[in-house]
Nanobody, 124 residues
Framework: QVQLIETGGGLVQAGGSLRLSCAAS????????MGWFRQAPGKEREFVAA????????AYANSVEGRFTIARDNAKNTVSLAMNSLKPEDTAVYYC?????????????????WGQGTQVTVSS
């Protein structure tokens, strides 16, 4: 079992920045691929970014490529998402998730554990 807790959400103006953090506890954190997903009202949950267990491989949705950066610190059992140049369309609840296999990092169905989510609101 892995417990995930996201922090760092909030309200920011368009063009601003936020940094989300996800703290993990339970099973060995370093053995899991980690991902960030988001869900806006009335929309399906969508992939944002993912990182391999070593941190050597990352993946991003086209909509955030070049603006968001995912990173992890296995010594601290944390994964972060630095978000720059935020747009109103980035407004959503952001979720941290853990995946043991890492076969399809862009698919939410592959992830085994989820956090409760943190709200990010970008005003225009």
């Amino acid at each position: 079992q892995v417990q995930l807790i996201e922090t760092g959400g909030g309200l920011v103006q368009a063009g601003g920045s936020l940094r989300l953090s996800c703290a993990a506890s339970g099973r060995t954190f370093s053995g899991y691929y980690m991902g960030w997903f988001r869900q806006a009202p009335g929309k399906e949950r969508e992939f944002v970014a993912a990182i391999s267990w070593s941190g050597g491989v990352t993946a991003y949705a086209n909509s955030v490529e070049g603006r968001f950066t995912i990173a992890r610190d296995n010594a601290k059992n944390t994964v972060s998402l630095a978000m720059n140049s935020l747009k109103p369309e980035d407004t959503a609840v952001y979720y941290c998730a853990a995946d043991r296999e890492g076969r399809r990092l862009r698919s939410s169905y592959e992830y085994d554990y989820w956090g409760q989510g943190t709200q990010v609101t970008v005003s225009s």
